[in-house]
C-alpha cells in the first residue's frame, strides 16, 4: 500500500556541481535540480546552502535564477562573499548562500549582506536589476548612477575573441614581412600574417583596451584586507595588433587619447566597483559591465581625464553625488591599480 508524506520543512546541503571534463567554472551545477524536486514536494520552507553562482544565471542556471528571484518565495537570505567565513578550508568561487523559501511569503526579501566582518541587512525586491546586486551598499550607488546617466559601457564590449585566436595561439617569434603583425597572448608576444584574421577586421587598425577575460582574484575570493581588484591585466593595443581569446577588447577608437582616457576610467575604484556587482564568477563578459555608466572621454568632457586615477575617483563621487557611507564602502572594497 502507497502511503503519502507530507514535508513540512526541507533543509539540505545538496552536492554542487557535477564534473563535465574540469574543475571550477567549467563543472555542471546540480544543486538547482535539488530546490526544484524541494519545491515539488510542496513543504511549507526550504532552506538549503549553495553556491551563489546562480545569482548570475549561465550554465544551466538561468531558468532556476529567474524562478527564485522572482517568485517572491524568499523570505530570508544570507549571502557570504567569501565562502571561507562558512567554510574555512574551502574555496568556492563567487561564495556562498543561504536562504530561506517560505510558500506563504510574498514580497519582499530581507537580505543579509556578509563580508570583511561587516553584517549588512537591507530589505530588497530582487528583480528590481536585470543582474543581481549582491552587495546592498552598491544598490543605492546604481540608482544614483541611473538617474543621471542610463547608458552602460557595455555598448563598447566586443563579442568574446573578436578576432579568432584561440588562447593557446602564440604566433611566430619573428616578423617573416611587413604583412606580418603582433599578436599577443597570455604567453607573450608574436606575429601572425594579416591574412590569418578572419574576423574583426574594422578592429585591427584603431586603439583597443583589452582586459583578462577573468578577474583577478582567485576563486573571486577578497584578499586578506577583504578587498578586491577585478581586472588584471589591463593594457591598450596599437593598431596592427590583435589578441588571442585570453582578452576581452572593452574598448576600440581611432583616437589614441581617447582610448587612454577610457583606460583610466577603467582603472577607477568607482568603474571597477560598479564592475563587481555583476561579478559572481571568475569570468568576465560583455553583460557584466550593464552598471558601469558611459562617459565623454574628449576633450569637452565633464571629467577632467589628465588629473590622476584618484583624483578622478574624486570627480566620479562629486559627478554622481554619493555620499561618505557610499565613498567608503568603494574605497574600502576596491584595490587601486598599480
Not at 545569482?55 to 557570504?80: H, I, Q, T, V
Request: a negative charge; charged letters at 25%.
Amino acid at each position: 500500500m502507497s502511503e503519502k508524506f507530507k514535508f513540512d520543512v526541507v533543509i539540505g546541503n545538496p552536492p554542487y556541481q557535477e564534473e563535465d571534463g574540469g574543475a571550477g567554472s567549467s563543472s555542471v551545477p546540480i544543486y538547482n535540480k535539488f530546490m526544484e524536486e524541494a519545491v515539488k514536494l510542496d513543504p511549507d520552507y526550504i532552506s538549503f546552502i549553495t553556491p551563489s553562482k546562480w545569482f548570475a544565471g549561465g550554465k544551466g542556471l538561468d531558468n532556476f535564477r529567474n524562478y527564485m528571484l522572482s517568485s517572491g518565495k524568499l523570505a530570508y537570505m544570507e549571502d557570504y562573499v567569501n565562502a571561507k567565513e562558512v567554510f574555512d578550508n574551502t574555496s568556492i568561487g563567487g561564495g556562498v548562500s543561504f536562504y530561506l523559501w517560505s510558500k506563504k511569503h510574498k514580497g519582499t526579501t530581507k537580505f543579509v549582506s556578509y563580508h570583511d566582518g561587516n553584517r549588512v541587512v537591507a530589505d530588497r525586491d530582487l528583480t528590481e536589476f536585470p543582474i543581481f546586486v549582491r552587495y546592498n551598499e552598491a544598490v543605492s550607488i546604481i540608482h544614483k548612477v541611473r538617474n543621471i546617466d542610463v547608458k552602460a559601457v557595455s555598448e563598447f564590449v566586443k563579442p568574446r575573441n573578436p578576432f579568432g585566436f584561440s588562447s593557446k595561439e602564440r604566433g611566430n617569434d619573428f616578423k617573416s614581412d611587413e604583412n606580418y603583425i603582433h599578436l599577443i597572448s597570455s604567453g607573450g608576444e608574436g606575429y601572425i600574417p594579416y591574412s590569418d584574421i578572419k574576423s574583426g577586421i574594422d578592429l585591427v587598425e584603431n586603439y583597443k583596451v583589452i582586459i583578462s577575460k577573468v578577474t583577478a582574484e582567485h576563486a573571486g575570493e577578497p584578499d586578506k584586507k577583504g578587498m578586491f581588484k577585478i581586472v588584471s591585466t589591463n593594457r591598450i593595443l596599437k593598431p596592427n595588433e590583435v589578441n588571442t581569446d585570453s582578452y576581452l577588447v572593452i574598448y576600440s577608437n581611432e583616437n589614441e587619447q581617447i582610448t587612454q582616457n577610457y583606460l583610466k576610467y577603467l582603472q577607477t575604484k568607482f568603474y571597477r566597483v560598479l564592475l563587481m556587482q555583476a561579478v559572481t564568477s571568475i569570468n568576465l563578459s560583455k553583460d557584466k559591465f550593464d552598471f558601469v555608466p558611459v562617459q565623454n572621454f574628449e576633450e569637452d568632457s565633464d571629467i577632467d581625464w589628465t588629473k590622476s586615477i584618484p583624483e578622478i575617483d574624486q570627480q566620479l563621487y562629486a559627478k554622481y553625488g554619493l555620499d561618505e557611507h557610499e565613498i567608503a564602502f568603494i574605497e574600502e572594497k576596491v584595490k587601486a591599480m598599480e
